[in-house]
């Protein structure tokens, strides 16, 4: 063997010995994670990963930034190739991978160049966008700024030494591939003039630096900010195929638990540390979160780099059992928490639940869950939440509506409507679940009047369960009281399994995330609707008949347990849309871009004491359209919008209204736009 391969066959062996153990690392410590069924349905994992690794979908949500990731990401898959033939050619004399014969080799050499300049061009791109644009999101650390250069410097340099040993390889006789290797050719001109025995040493130069640095490349990525090379593919593959809007309950009941939610690593799921390997700092997550903008200290992409650090911190310690700091003077590692010292209950605690983060995520990282589970260790450890949330909670206990009203006026809004009750009408077709702001709020008990009246307007036989509902348990499960919340769920499904309910429908996004998806798991199965599309059907059946109405503008606001959560955009435009005189105006953000309202995740209760208020954020937005009319479908939503057109003044000529309102009143022949 030449002794090019046996010094190249040393290098590779030292290699990938380094590389196997750093992995072998990054494994061991993801043992430190809880334990978590991830390898259920493997077809839709399949699918994920297609779509959202390799496809790209999420990440050319955005088109300039989106792009520039999918050439490098798509040039590297397609350039592996041209690793392999590399690696392999140092193995194996002469070898090529022309003796593969799956594709014509003239195919595959013009991919790999064509691939290649895409990648010169992503990286090109990235570098202008990192030093001369500077996205807010793209402003990090010196250490993580140091590290994305290197990176991009490093895939330059590969890039450019492959096509280098291209050119210089097709002047020493290789068969003619300039057509094929249409990238390399136009260096050609650079080493045309030289002698044979310069060009072979420009050739071996250019072979070694590619070669050298693929290897280098790969040693440095498990100790890289970039890990998500790695690990991206993985993490899709392991996305929680749960339902979205779903938390995972916690077992209260076990004897062997003596902790509850999570207050450092050890506490997380090996899946949640994995999130924290993947974690592409790109910001995405920060730039759509609604706490962020609005000035609050929460950090989405920050939640998860903590993780990712701490687990770095504690993981080496607790795989090798160690018990004290491994550097005289320092603080025992082990005396500290992800809690506390590295996230805050501040930042918690501003999170609204809304789900943008890990709607923009475009590696499917969990956020939420984690904020959740930290929230739980809380409330559930500690007893500590926000001041004004102790109300919330007693009054739970006591009237099973997060407000101070008595569960006796559950039902007073529908005296006079002639609704029945579900015990004195078994044979119902629908349950009308009320939630509570539908039955104590003075403006939303109009909602439910509304949609009442339009269901008995088209002859639809239901029943409400009257002073039998409470709470689903949605507020205090989203702001950390897990005992609390099962509490009113396990309540609830016993009503409901004891009169054989089967269908319901709910005007509350909140409620109705929690029957459809989060009540299965403790023995609540039904066939959940949301009052939009309950109300759309019934339009395109006939069996409401729309007025011409006056002439009005509505811009519609999506709510996230609506939208983002249960992916129901459409049925609410749709209705607006068949309502004559009616023009729908879409704010900037809007459908799964939406803006969040505030109120998610239990700060409907909680005051807003950092920055800007989300509901004026958001109102703003709204206003910006021109409308008469703010169209909602949740109650919260409702609340925030109302709220803000009162702080801007603008109540007066603008409007708030529940699809069922505006429906109902389109019906009657009433002016949209009127109060």
Same mark, same amino acid.
């Given at each position: 063997m030449p002794i090019k391969n046996i010094a190249f066959l040393a290098v590779f062996l030292v290699s990938m010995g380094l590389f196997a153990f750093s992995v072998r690392?990054?494994?061991?410590?993801?043992?430190?994670?809880?334990?978590?069924?991830?390898?259920?349905?493997?077809?839709?994992?399949?699918?994920? +990963? %297609? *779509? =959202?690794?390799?496809?790209?979908?999420?990440?050319?949500?955005?088109?300039v930034a989106g792009l520039m990731h999918a050439f490098i990401f798509w040039g590297f898959v397609v350039l592996l190739t041209a690793v392999v033939e590399s690696?392999?050619?140092?193995?194996?004399?002469?070898f090529s991978l022309t003796v593969i014969g799956i594709v014509p080799y003239e195919i595959l050499a013009a991919l790999q160049d064509g691939f290649a300049a895409l990648v010169v061009l992503g990286v090109s791109i990235a570098l202008y966008r990192r030093y001369v644009v500077r996205p807010k999101r793209l402003e990090l650390d010196l250490h993580s700024k140091i590290d994305a250069t290197a990176i991009l410097l490093a895939?330059?340099?590969?890039?450019?030494?492959?096509?280098g040993q291209n050119a210089t390889r097709m002047l020493m006789g290789e068969p003619d591939l300039a057509q094929a290797r249409f990238v390399s050719a136009i260096t050609i001109p650079l080493f045309s003039?030289?002698?044979?025995? +310069? %060009? *072979? =040493?420009?050739?071996?130069?250019?072979?070694?630096?590619?070669?050298?640095?693929?290897?280098?490349?790969?040693?440095?990525?498990?100790?890289?900010?970039?890990?998500?090379?790695?690990?991206?593919?993985p993490n899709v593959y392991f996305t929680s195929h749960r339902p979205k809007g779903a938390l995972k309950p916690l077992n209260l009941e076990a004897e062997s638990v003596e902790k509850f939610g999570v207050s450092d690593v050890d506490?997380?799921?090996?899946?949640?540390?994995?999130?924290?390997y993947t974690c592409t700092e790109c910001g995405r997550c920060t730039d759509s979160c609604p706490a962020n903008l609005t000035g609050k200290m929460l950090s989405p992409r920050k939640i998860i780099m903590d993780i990712r650090d701490r687990t770095f911190e504690k993981g080496p310690l607790l795989v090798a059992g160690a018990a004290e700091a491994v550097t005289a003077g320092e603080q025992n590692p082990l005396e500290k928490t992800l809690l506390h010292n590295y996230i805050t209950p501040q930042e918690l605690w501003a999170c609204t639940t809304c789900m943008a983060c890990v709607q923009e995520c475009p590696v499917n990282i969990e956020h939420v869950d984690a904020i959740v589970d930290m929230r739980r260790n809380l409330v559930l450890m500690e007893s500590a939440f926000p001041p004004e949330v102790q109300t919330v909670f007693r009054n739970l206990e006591n009237n099973f509506t997060p407000w101070a009203f008595g569960a006796s006026s559950r039902a007073d809004w529908a005296e006079g409507m002639e609704i029945p009750r579900i015990a004195d009408t078994p044979d119902a077709e629908v349950l009308f679940w009320v939630g509570c702001a539908g039955s104590y709020d003075t403006r939303y008990k109009k909602v439910t009047q509304a949609f009442a009246a339009l269901m008995k307007m088209a002859g639809i036989k239901f029943a409400i369960l009257g002073t039998e509902e409470k709470c689903t348990g949605d507020p205090a499960r989203r702001i950390g009281n897990e005992y609390l919340a099962q509490i009113l769920i396990k309540d609830n499904v016993q009503t409901l399994n004891n009169y054989k309910i089967r269908k319901i429908v709910t005007t509350c996004p909140h409620c109705f995330n929690s029957l459809m998806n989060e009540y299965p798991d403790f023995g609540g199965k039904y066939e959940v609707v949301h009052h939009t599309d309950f109300l759309l059907n019934l339009v395109n059946e006939g069996r409401i008949r729309i007025s011409p109405a006056q002439k009005a503008k509505i811009t519609y606001h999506d709510s996230c347990y609506l939208g983002r959560y249960n992916q129901i955009y459409d049925s609410p435009r749709e209705t607006l849309r068949a309502i004559p005189g009616l023009e729908l105006a879409e704010m900037k953000r809007s459908r799964s871009r939406g803006l969040c309202c505030g109120a998610g995740g239990g700060r409907m209760w909680m005051e807003e004491k950092e920055g800007k208020r989300v509901n004026i954020e958001?109102?703003?937005?709204?206003?910006?359209?021109?409308?008469?009319?703010?169209?909602?479908?949740?109650?919260?939503?409702?609340?925030?919008?109302?709220?803000?057109?009162?702080?801007?003044?603008?109540?007066?000529?603008?409007?708030?209204?529940?699809?069922?309102?505006?429906?109902?009143?389109?019906?009657?022949?009433e002016s949209v736009s009127s109060s």
């Open positions: 690392r990054l494994a061991v410590m993801l043992k430190v994670g809880k334990p978590d069924d991830r390898f259920d349905h493997p077809i839709r994992r399949l699918w994920s +990963v %297609l *779509s =959202v690794a390799l496809g790209q979908t999420k990440i050319l949500r955005e088109p690696i392999l050619e140092g193995l194996i004399p002469g895939i330059l340099l590969i890039m450019v030494s492959m096509l003039s030289l002698e044979p025995e +310069v %060009l *072979s =040493v420009w050739f071996e130069f250019f072979w070694w630096t590619h070669s050298v640095l693929v290897l280098a490349f790969l040693n440095y990525l498990p100790y890289s900010k970039h890990l998500h090379i790695l690990t991206s593919v506490d997380l799921t090996w899946k949640q540390l994995l999130d924290g958001r109102t703003e937005e709204a206003l910006n359209t021109k409308p008469d009319v703010i169209g909602t479908a949740c109650p919260f939503c409702m609340t925030m919008m109302t709220d803000g057109l009162k702080a801007k003044e603008a109540s007066e000529s603008v409007k708030v209204k529940d699809i069922a309102e505006i429906l109902y009143e389109a019906a009657q022949g």
